[in-house]
């Protein structure tokens, strides 16, 4: 139980109206490190509990710490704006009985309201690295009192390009602040050089990362031909599997709006969410997922992270992401909090490396499965390495094709006409001007 902890009895009052039973492995080890005031680092998965796990021991800092004087005392960073917009709904079921305000502060939105924001001097900043540092251009002290700078998923705003944002802003904030990191891998090229001049002497904390195997999701491959052929398969998927809200993924912001027209053709109760959205048609959106409007979701990884949506139980990759860390948090949309989940993905024979390097990253086998009245005409490289990829030819079939391509070429055929010269002539026939010389 959450008692253990000695939260205060306002938190505790907040944790009990969210139905919060037991802590979970990771809010189990990373509430007692924070509520220390030490620096930690937490590897975890999306989905387990980390929100709290940071949330919990800093606004019971803010309750019994007060400082009334002081500007914002918190800033939470995240990569995305869906990300951020579920941190600070979350953060303000937290705060319900305490008096902590808390702002948000992401792209899309005015600078004009967010300025505004910034005047209420709310405790809690929640932002993305991108809007914020905009707003320090305009007003360096924004930060100047912060006391606990926490940084959510990691791995990913790097990933995004916002390292050197985001060592600006640390280096805006206290000196002698707590600094919280959350990522779900340590091994993100360039996280080690953030955690060494952002953190100081961090207890590192790991219930599980990235490869991790996750037990409560089915992980399902489909052979496909091409677009054409995937099309079929999904159609197929949403007429006969039971789910209660599924969530595609595309690569490509024009493949989503052209599999949300073809969805909405085939009359499913679909949605649309990628970059290009303007920020008000990206939260309609949600809250219409959210509310149980919206059953199909088409999106770009912009929903990979900070979608938390309870009703998904299925996902399908249209495309195959480009990297395993991104198939991770794809699926780690669904099998949230213990429940069941299922992802397929639609694999051509452009993406079978993609699936192979997915696989060995993730040390698991993916289960081919197969529709029989679907069946396409790929099944698959006939031949496998031990990594997974396909066999490709040996040297000694290409030195002969390359040989046997020299010979055709030697090969002697009808003696070419020698072509006859062309007059240099203008088309009526008169000559060029000479020019003069220069003598």
Same mark, same amino acid.
């Given at each position: 139980?959450?008692?253990?902890?000695?939260?205060?009895?306002? *938190?505790?009052?907040?944790?009990?109206?969210?139905?919060?039973?037991?802590?979970?492995?990771?809010?189990?080890?990373?509430?007692?490190?924070?509520?220390?005031?030490?620096?930690?680092?937490?590897?975890?998965?999306?989905?387990?509990?980390?929100?709290?796990?940071?949330?919990?021991?800093?606004? %019971?800092?803010?309750?019994?710490?007060?400082?009334?004087?002081?500007?914002? $005392?918190?800033?939470?960073?995240?990569?995305?704006?869906?990300?951020?917009?579920?941190?600070?709904?979350?953060?303000?079921?937290?705060?319900?009985?305490?008096?902590?305000?808390?702002?948000?502060?992401?792209?899309?939105?005015?600078?004009?309201?967010?300025?505004?924001?910034? $005047?209420?001097? &709310?405790?809690?900043?929640?932002?993305?690295?991108?809007?914020?540092?905009?707003?320090?251009? +305009?007003?360096?002290?924004?930060? %100047?009192?912060?006391?606990?700078?926490?940084?959510?998923?990691?791995? $990913?705003?790097?990933?995004?390009?916002?390292?050197?944002?985001?060592?600006?802003?640390?280096?805006?904030?206290?000196?002698?602040?707590?600094?919280?990191?959350?990522?779900?891998?340590?091994?993100?090229?360039?996280?080690?050089?953030?955690?060494?001049?952002?953190?100081? %002497?961090?207890?590192?904390?790991?219930?599980?990362?990235?490869?991790?195997? !996750?037990?409560?999701?089915?992980?399902?491959?489909? *052979?496909?031909?091409?677009?054409?052929?995937?099309? $079929?398969?999904?159609?197929?998927?949403?007429?006969?599997?039971?789910?209660?809200?599924?969530?595609?993924? #595309?690569?490509?912001?024009?493949?989503?709006?052209?599999?949300?027209?073809?969805?909405?053709?085939?009359?499913?109760?679909?949605?649309?969410?990628?970059?290009?959205?303007?920020?008000?048609?990206?939260?309609?959106?949600?809250?219409?997922?959210?509310?149980?409007?919206?059953?199909? *979701?088409?999106?770009?990884?912009?929903?990979?992270?900070?979608?938390?949506?309870?009703?998904?139980?299925?996902?399908?990759?249209?495309?195959?992401?480009?990297?395993?860390?991104?198939?991770?948090? +794809?699926?780690?949309?669904?099998?949230?909090?213990?429940?069941?989940?299922?992802?397929? #993905?639609?694999?051509?024979?452009?993406?079978?490396?993609?699936?192979?390097?997915?696989?060995?990253?993730?040390?698991?086998?993916?289960?081919?499965?197969?529709?029989?009245?679907?069946?396409?005409?790929?099944?698959?490289?006939?031949?496998?390495?031990?990594?997974?990829? &396909?066999?490709?030819?040996?040297?000694?079939?290409?030195?002969?094709?390359?040989?046997?391509?020299?010979?055709?070429?030697?090969?002697?055929?009808?003696?070419?006409? @020698?072509?006859? @010269?062309?007059?240099? !002539?203008?088309?009526?026939?008169?000559?060029?001007?000479?020019?003069?010389? #220069?003598?």
């Amino acid at each position: 139980m959450f008692n253990q902890f000695n939260l205060d009895p306002q *938190l505790l009052k907040a944790i009990e109206a969210l139905d919060y039973n037991a802590p979970t492995p990771v809010q189990a080890q990373a509430i007692p490190a924070a509520l220390t005031g030490d620096d930690i680092m937490v590897c975890a998965q999306t989905g387990s509990g980390k929100t709290a796990a940071f949330l919990l021991p800093t606004i %019971d800092k803010l309750i019994r710490n007060k400082a009334p004087n002081s500007a914002t $005392r918190v800033l939470v960073l995240a990569p995305t704006r869906e990300l951020a917009r579920q941190l600070f709904k979350q953060c303000e079921l937290l705060t319900k009985f305490a008096p902590i305000e808390a702002g948000l502060i992401t792209g899309g939105e005015s600078f004009k309201f967010q300025a505004a924001t910034f $005047r209420k001097n &709310p405790e809690i900043i929640i932002s993305t690295p991108g809007r914020l540092i905009d707003h320090l251009g +305009r007003k360096p002290t924004l930060m %100047d009192d912060v006391e606990v700078l926490i940084l959510d998923e990691a791995d $990913r705003m790097l990933d995004m390009g916002f390292a050197e944002d985001v060592m600006n802003i640390a280096n805006k904030c206290k000196p002698d602040r707590q600094t919280m990191l959350f990522s779900a891998t340590m091994n993100q090229k360039g996280i080690r050089h953030v955690i060494k001049q952002v953190l100081k %002497d961090p207890v590192a904390i790991t219930v599980d990362d990235i490869n991790s195997k !996750h037990d409560n999701i089915k992980q399902q491959v489909l *052979l496909a031909d091409d677009d054409q052929h995937k099309d $079929r398969l999904l159609t197929w998927m949403l007429a006969n599997e039971t789910y209660r809200q599924c969530l595609i993924f #595309s690569n490509t912001k024009a493949k989503t709006d052209e599999l949300y027209h073809f969805l909405r053709y085939h009359k499913h109760k679909v949605g649309v969410l990628h970059g290009d959205m303007t920020q008000d048609e990206r939260n309609h959106i949600m809250s219409r997922m959210q509310q149980g409007h919206v059953k199909v *979701l088409v999106a770009t990884d912009v929903a990979s992270r900070g979608l938390d949506v309870k009703d998904i139980d299925l996902v399908v990759n249209f495309d195959l992401p480009r990297s395993a860390d991104d198939y991770v948090h +794809r699926i780690g949309r669904t099998g949230r909090a213990g429940e069941q989940g299922l992802a397929v #993905s639609l694999v051509n024979h452009f993406e079978w490396n993609l699936k192979a390097s997915i696989e060995r990253y993730l040390k698991i086998e993916l289960e081919v499965r197969k529709i029989k009245t679907l069946l396409g005409k790929y099944k698959g490289p006939k031949k496998l390495k031990s990594n997974g990829k &396909p066999v490709g030819k040996k040297k000694k079939d290409v030195k002969k094709a390359a040989e046997k391509k020299a010979a055709i070429k030697a090969r002697p055929g009808k003696p070419k006409k @020698p072509r006859a @010269p062309v007059a240099k !002539h203008f088309g009526d026939g008169s000559a060029p001007f000479k020019r003069k010389s #220069s003598s």
